[in-house]
């Protein structure tokens, strides 16, 4: 009997493994999808920077995560003997791995509000800051229930903040991070003449739809495998995941006139703002969550480069900053039993929790990379702008001309 219990614990610990495994390896295969999106949007002359910026920001997130970042986060440090780490089949070696793709994301999404101006070098010094103790700092208050705030907010308003999977600790965090970085840095050089946008279209628009699609794809990783073990994973997550992407894709079809740069992040909308409350909601809670978070993208994203003269190119701030807004919220309203909801959420407290997300981002931003500003620089020279970032600080291009 004991033997028998020793195997279903073995094959337990194990299938948990491979299950976070998978959805770690999905998530990181999101970030090909930031690339790829912003080497659509860029121009050509910045495609290869985009590319390289992804990939060694992944690189330098992994190693600010992995020696302080967690252990802000969780007190757990790896600086331990490989027989402890390996106990029951290294799980807690693949939970870092699943929560570090969640953490690189960060410095992935204000990649793209920065693109075409920003230095190479000073980013990778902020990705290390932001990692390492700003995005932790939060991530550890809402998912590990530091500080005792969680508790403070039960004990108040009957529920904890809910963000099942990092509407708010993740995306609006990156997105108000990205807001912070790209009011210091300034609009790129002949972005406004005499107070009037010039329109800089994107260089692909295969690129920026293949960038969409892996994101779309990677995303189910990331919201179905946020249960961490197999025994939580929910069929209703993967749905209102999918509604939601469908919402968010009509609303953005629809607002945005058939604009096709408009209409592939719509779908990424719809998924921001579902992230928190995806393991509550009823399907049609979903779909209209990712509709109105497809419509705000649109509409914040319009007023932000032409009413506000917000040079965010990728427009991070709308879809990650202010849909991760309202997924915190609308997690709060339709996670409601009268809405169709599973409950055990508090509305005030998804107001709190979301509103401190921002608080938190934009603090961080504005101290990391204000003084990176003054340590550093920021900024590429206006030469090295107009030459490009590709030729500038790589020293070749996207296409070969030969």
Known sequence: MENMQSAVNTLVHSSNTLFLLIGAVMVLAMHAGFAFLEVGTVRQKNQVNALSKILSDFAVSTLAYFF?????SYGVSFL??????????????????????????????????????AKFTPQ??????????????????????????????????????????????????????????????????????????????????PFLALGSWILIVGWFGFNVMSAQTLAGVSGLVAVNSLMAMVGGTVAALLVGRNDPGFLHNGPLAGLVAVCAGSDL?????????????GALFVWCF????????????????????????????ACGIFGQVSLGGLGGVSLVSQ????????????????????????????????????????????MIGAVSHD
């Open 351 to 394: 107001i709190i929790g979301s509103l401190a997300g921002v608080f938190i981002a934009l603090a961080g931003g504005f101290g990391v990379y204000g003084l990176i500003k003054q340590c550093l620089g920021l900024r590429l020279t206006q030469e090295q702008e107009f030459y490009g970032a590709d030729l500038s600080i790589h």
């Open 302 to 329: 319009t007023a932000a480069q032409v009413r506000w003269k917000i040079d965010d190119v990728l427009g991070v701030w709308p879809l990650h900053g202010v849909c991760g807004v309202w997924g915190g919220l």
């Open 124 to 205: 990778l010094c902020a990705t290390v800051l932001i990692v390492a103790f700003v995005y932790p700092f939060f991530e550890g208050v809402v998912w590990n229930g530091n500080f005792g705030i969680q508790a403070w907010l039960s004990r108040s308003f009957g529920a904890g903040f809910h963000d099942f999977a990092g509407s708010v600790v993740v995306h609006a965090v990156g997105g108000w991070l990205a807001l912070a970085a790209v009011t210091l840095l300034g609009a790129r050089n002949g972005r406004y003449r005499d107070g009037k946008l010039i329109a800089y279209p994107p260089s692909s628009i």
């Open 281 to 293: 909601m009823h399907p049609v809670g979903a779909l209209i969550t990712g509709a109105v978070a």
């Open 68 to 72: 302080m970042g967690y252990w802000v």
């Open 80 to 117: 331990q003997p490989a027989s402890a780490l390996a106990a029951d089949h290294g799980y807690a070696l693949v939970k870092f791995f699943f929560l570090l793709t969640f953490a690189a994301a960060i410095p992935a999404i204000i990649s793209g509000g920065i693109a075409e101006r």
